[in-house]
T-cell receptor, first 111, second 114 residues
């Protein structure tokens, strides 16, 4: 069974649209994260949720909003998509005391 | 502000050689230092990790060397193989405040030639 799963794997959309990426983890971890990886492979943390509470929020535009319906899910909603939002987005989870487990990624292309 | 500086940005090694990737940090509150391996089209995956109370950790061909006084740590890949070709990220975690905030280096693209 996949530990951290994301859907969709690929997302192609027009500028100005609103889209969502779903993430689920079956590891029982308390903390989940969203990362953005740009074309230079730099991993930038966007959000972290711990027990359904947002605990960090880096300098991310408010067009991005995480939503966690329960401890196993952390979805990413993006409004009014821009060209610069094109990237690979990774969901990850962690028990908090050790490393992170990453999902397979969602490649977002904004046209 | 880059809290974890990773070098080199890219590395080419011949099969059987030693690959060395270095990272340096400033934040003395970091208490956990993992390395991640990422293959094209995949998510990063934990490779090996170390805590600051030890100076070295070895798992198979992969070794982390840690120098607390210099605030540096490095990954050594012995007998490098073409299958090791990937992007490697060092990371450091700050557990102060209980938030376990991770900070990643910018990554090193490793190519191992057959």
């Amino acid at each position: 069974d996949t530990a951290v799963s994301q859907t969709p794997k690929y997302l192609v959309t027009q500028m100005g649209n609103d889209k969502s990426i779903k993430c689920e983890q079956n590891l029982g971890h308390d903390t989940m994260y969203w990362y953005k990886q740009d074309s230079k492979k730099f991993l930038k943390i966007m959000f972290s949720y711990n027990n359904k509470e947002l605990i960090i929020n880096e300098t991310v535009p408010n067009r991005f909003s995480p939503k966690s319906p329960d401890k196993a899910h952390l979805n990413l909603h993006i409004n009014s998509l821009e060209l610069g939002d094109s990237a690979v987005y990774f969901c990850a989870s962690s028990p908090g005391t050790s490393s992170q487990y990453f999902g397979p990624g969602t490649r977002l292309t904004v046209l | 502000q880059q809290q974890v500086k990773q070098s080199p940005q890219s590395l080419i090694v011949q099969k059987g050689g030693i690959s060395i990737i270095n990272c340096a940090y400033e934040n003395t509150a970091f208490d956990y230092f993992p390395w991640y391996q990422q293959f094209p089209g995949k998510g990063p995956a934990l490779l090996i990790a170390i805590r600051p109370d030890v100076s070295e950790k070895k798992e198979g061909r992969f070794t982390i060397s840690f120098n607390k006084s210099a605030k540096q740590f490095s990954l050594h890949i012995m007998d490098s193989q073409p299958g090791d070709s990937a992007t490697y990220f060092c990371a450091a975690r700050d557990a102060s405040g209980g938030s376990y905030i991770p900070t990643f280096g910018r990554g090193t693209s490793l190519i191992v030639h057959p």
